[in-house]
């Protein structure tokens, strides 16, 4: 079972999380003055709230500087408005992981908030049923399960199909070209080929347009697309499990989701099986993308890093396709992916509902409210990093391959802990890897057109759509 309880690492890493809490007071900090702020249920409410907007307006612009300014007047802990009827208790302190743990807080709310997005998927269902459902798929995640179904092999084709056509087009807009990357690697995961691919593109696109807040479901409104472009994918993945059961495939990742067994020896069903695959494409596209764009930002700033990559790429005889394979022969491939993934988590903020009262950093947490920890404050956390705001890929050298669970945060904690995070971390590493093969080679390196727009911080932290790049000499 996949971190049902708490791992003897993670409750080391929450102890000292706690002794650290204790020593530095954190409960409000005493020179905070909350007297000429809102309050809201005890805590300050962030300044700069507007009517219908709440904070989204500050957040959307630059949400890691409107959090700094507001943590310096209301302390690690107060409310943020996600538009006027939603008040999230965001958290920035690296104790907030707790909240992750699912012991007070629950997932719920994700299946209320977009129910045609989620179905019937793992990300919004709780204890043993999410616990056997997971148990049922976690094993095609694993590295070992990625092996079997040649997830590296199908991501490298992905890459390489990917990579050449930017060599050719020479502007690539950076954002919209990675997603394309990631979404084509799910699917091509999940065993979809050829001109199928920009099919299903075109599906998932108007699939996501369910994350719109809006819920009028008029024919031509987004709620009403999206349901639309819910049922062709269905027909298609419930294809999909029908060849793989026809064909007795376990290998697959798919034949390993289906025959993958829970707590009790069953097998999921066929709408959690379906609801599960469909989810992939939907957790697993917009966050690795946004990994790889950012990933070729700071490489085209760093040429020491660019000419170290293109070093240990040079000496690769074949194209690595696991992990550890990987990290054997060009280490600095993952460090790279790690601290990208760092600086710029894609999910920034995590959020839970309560569903009992329970004690964080010296406050009371009341029921039935919303809790929020920003991924960015605490992936930037100074007494944890050096230079925090850097880009440095070599304070990962050193590690062996393991990271704590405040150090992986970006991946979420807990029993909802990213199930993909070793399809992204192949992903992301062998992106790199490829840049360096074609372009590298080349003596070419990314190389930013114009300036870099602002990014986008809600829902996913990305570079804009409009940031430009190109590879030359
Ligand atoms: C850099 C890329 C990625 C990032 C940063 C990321 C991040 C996350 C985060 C923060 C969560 C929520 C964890 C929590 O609530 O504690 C999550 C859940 C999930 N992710 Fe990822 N993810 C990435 C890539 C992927 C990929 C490639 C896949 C699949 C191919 C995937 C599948 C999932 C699934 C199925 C869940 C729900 C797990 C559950 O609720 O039990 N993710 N991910």
């Not at 890459?159 to 990675?178: C, M, N, R, S, Y």
């Not at 050829?194 to 696109?205: I, K, M």
């Not at 029921?367 to 956390?381: A, D, K, P, T, Y």
Request: net charge neutral; proline share 7%; glycine share 8%.
């Amino acid at each position: 079972m996949e971190q049902p309880k708490l791992s003897p690492e993670t409750e080391q890493v929450l102890k000292e999380n706690n002794e650290r809490k204790v020593a530095r007071g954190i409960a409000q900090s005493p020179s905070v003055d909350l007297s000429y702020l809102e309050m809201k249920d005890g805590f300050p409410v962030m300044p700069g709230k507007k009517p219908f907007v709440g904070h989204v307006h500050l957040l959307g612009r630059n949400a890691l500087e409107a959090l700094n300014a507001a943590k310096s007047k209301c302390g690690p802990i107060f409310w943020t408005y996600y538009g006027s009827q939603l008040p999230v208790l965001q958290i920035l302190d690296e104790a907030g992981i707790d909240i992750l743990l699912n012991k007070h807080t629950s997932n719920s709310y994700i299946k209320e908030q977009m129910p045609v997005v989620t179905g019937e998927s793992i990300s919004g269902t709780d204890g043993q049923h999410h616990r056997n459902v997971r148990k049922a798929i976690s094993g095609a995640f694993t590295p070992k399960g990625l092996t079997q179904a040649k997830v590296g092999e199908a991501i490298s084709t992905t890459l390489e199909q990917h990579l050449e056509a930017w060599h050719h087009t020479g502007k690539v807009p950076i954002f919209p070209k990675t997603k394309e990357i990631a979404l084509d690697a799910v699917f091509r995961i999940l065993g979809i080929e050829g001109q199928d691919l920009s099919v299903w593109r075109h599906y998932y696109e108007e699939f996501f347009l369910g994350m719109i807040p809006l819920k009028i479901d008029f024919p031509g409104f987004p709620a009403w697309r999206c349901r639309k472009a819910r049922g062709w994918l269905e027909r298609q993945v419930g294809q999909i499990v029908t060849k793989v059961r026809e064909t007795n495939d376990h290998d697959s990742l798919v034949g390993a989701m289906t025959f993958g067994k829970d707590e009790s020896g069953n097998e999921l069903s066929e709408t959690e099986l379906i609801h599960n695959i469909l989810g992939l494409g939907f957790a697993g596209s917009e966050t690795t993308a946004a990994v790889m764009a950012w990933s070729v930002f700071e490489l085209s700033r760093r040429k020491d890093i660019w000419d170290l990559l293109c070093e240990q790429v040079a000496q690769l005889e074949n194209m690595p396709v696991t992990q550890s394979e990987l990290n054997k022969q060009v280490p600095i491939a993952e460090a790279i992916f790690r601290e990208t993934l760092r600086l710029y988590p894609p999910a920034p903020f995590e959020m839970r509902k309560v569903s009992t009262e329970f004690e964080l950093m010296g406050h009371r947490i009341p029921q039935g409210i919303m809790v929020g920890l920003s991924l960015l404050h605490v992936s930037r956390n100074p007494e944890r990093y050096s230079h925090p705001d850097e880009w440095q890929p070599n304070r990962w050298f050193d590690e062996a391959h393991g990271h704590n669970p405040i150090e992986s945060c970006q991946f979420g904690s807990g029993p909802h802990v990213c199930l993909g995070r070793h399809v992204a971390t192949l992903e992301g590493s062998l992106f790199v890897v490829k840049l360096a093969q074609i372009f590298g080679s080349k003596g070419m390196q990314p190389r930013l057109v114009g300036k870099m727009p602002p990014p986008s911080f809600l829902p996913f932290y990305r570079p804009s759509n409009k940031a430009i790049f190109s590879f030359s000499g």
